[in-house]
């Protein structure tokens, strides 16, 4: 396990939980002097990872890109794979190709968190579960062909009513079997929706493929009331070999978050670092 930092390029995000925005040079060269070896990048879309706007971070600074975040579709322009019409659900997919491949460029998987959406109003859950599905499947076929993989990030019941727990999002996959598609537990959305943290990290076992580290009130983990014994036990119990990345609020402020995520991953979890 080792840690990593968000960085948001989003400016329509303003306000997220994300602990560094812009000029992502720089502010990757702030979390390296705090000890991080990688950076995940929220960007609004495809263009903004081109070798022209986006710099070589693992070539400049040695760090390496743990995920690209495809959130910037849902933020900036309502896309979602669930939407009620095909035309918005083709351009949701199509957002998150251009993403595979923009990413690819520093063998990045791609996260898919809030572009799953939701169902409602004229989808049933059903309909809504099998577009998840066929995007999913296809866009694991183009994440392989890239040598890279897509986190399928299951949320928290007020901002996705699909999958929101390690139970079902774990049996939806398990009859899914998509190719190149792994999850990304985040703490924040499991300790609303599980009983147990751990219990659920456990389930998802070799599904697991990213984890974001945070507290209770999405702060900087070691700021709240989150046991991470049990969570650090779990992720050993499962080999995990994955990044623990700091999506949370830059409270007090951004390099107070990133320091205080790092005392916490030391103190946790540095022991079974690979």
């Given at each position: 396990?080792?840690?990593?930092?968000?960085?948001?390029?989003?400016?329509?995000a303003?306000?997220?939980?994300?602990?560094?925005?812009?000029?992502?040079?720089?502010?990757?060269?702030?979390a390296?002097n705090?000890?991080?070896?990688a950076v995940e990048?929220?960007?609004p879309?495809?263009?903004a990872?081109?070798?022209e706007?986006?710099?070589?971070?693992?070539?400049?600074l040695?760090?390496?890109?743990?995920?690209?975040?495809?959130?910037?579709g849902?933020?900036?322009?309502?896309?979602?794979?669930?939407?009620p019409?095909?035309?918005?659900?083709?351009?949701?997919?199509?957002?998150?190709?251009?993403l595979?491949?923009a990413?690819?460029?520093?063998?990045?998987p791609?996260?898919?968190?809030s572009?799953?959406?939701?169902?409602?109003?004229s989808?049933?859950?059903e309909?809504?579960?099998?577009?998840?599905g066929?995007a999913?499947?296809?866009?694991?076929?183009?994440?392989?062909?890239?040598?890279?993989?897509?986190?399928?990030?299951?949320?928290?019941?007020?901002?996705?009513n699909?999958?929101?727990?390690?139970?079902?999002?774990?049996?939806?996959?398990?009859?899914?079997?998509?190719?190149?598609?792994?999850?990304?537990?985040?703490l924040?959305?499991?300790?609303?929706?599980?009983?147990?943290?751990?219990?659920?990290l456990?389930?998802?076992?070799?599904?697991?493929?990213?984890?974001?580290?945070?507290?209770?009130?999405?702060q900087?983990?070691?700021?709240g009331?989150?046991d991470y014994s049990?969570?650090?036990?779990?992720?050993?119990?499962i080999?995990?070999k994955?990044?623990?990345s700091?999506e949370?609020?830059?409270?007090?402020?951004?390099?107070?978050?990133?320091?205080?995520?790092m005392?916490t991953?030391?103190?946790?979890?540095?022991?079974s670092?690979?």
């Amino acid at each position: 396990m080792n840690p990593s930092v968000t960085i948001s390029l989003v400016k329509e995000a303003a306000g997220g939980p994300f602990v560094y925005w812009h000029d992502p040079l720089d502010r990757a060269k702030r979390a390296q002097n705090l000890g991080y070896p990688a950076v995940e990048i929220f960007p609004p879309n495809a263009e903004a990872l081109k070798p022209e706007n986006f710099p070589d971070i693992p070539g400049e600074l040695g760090m390496k890109i743990a995920a690209v975040g495809s959130g910037g579709g849902w933020v900036c322009n309502r896309w979602h794979l669930s939407h009620p019409s095909a035309d918005v659900r083709l351009r949701a997919k199509n957002f998150i190709y251009a993403l595979l491949d923009a990413a690819a460029r520093f063998g990045a998987p791609v996260i898919i968190g809030s572009m799953q959406g939701r169902y409602g109003e004229s989808v049933c859950k059903e309909q809504a579960l099998e577009w998840l599905g066929g995007a999913l499947l296809l866009l694991g076929e183009r994440a392989k062909a890239l040598g890279t993989c897509v986190f399928y990030e299951p949320l928290n019941r007020y901002e996705s009513n699909l999958l929101n727990t390690a139970k079902e999002t774990v049996e939806f996959l398990e009859r899914l079997k998509p190719n190149n598609v792994k999850v990304l537990a985040d703490l924040f959305h499991m300790n609303i929706e599980e009983s147990s943290i751990a219990e659920g990290l456990v389930t998802y076992g070799d599904w697991l493929g990213h984890v974001h580290l945070v507290d209770n009130q999405r702060q900087a983990a070691g700021s709240g009331m989150m046991d991470y014994s049990d969570i650090a036990a779990a992720l050993r119990r499962i080999s995990y070999k994955g990044y623990l990345s700091a999506e949370v609020f830059p409270v007090p402020d951004s390099d107070s978050a990133a320091r205080m995520t790092m005392d916490t991953y030391r103190r946790w979890f540095s022991g079974s670092n690979v």
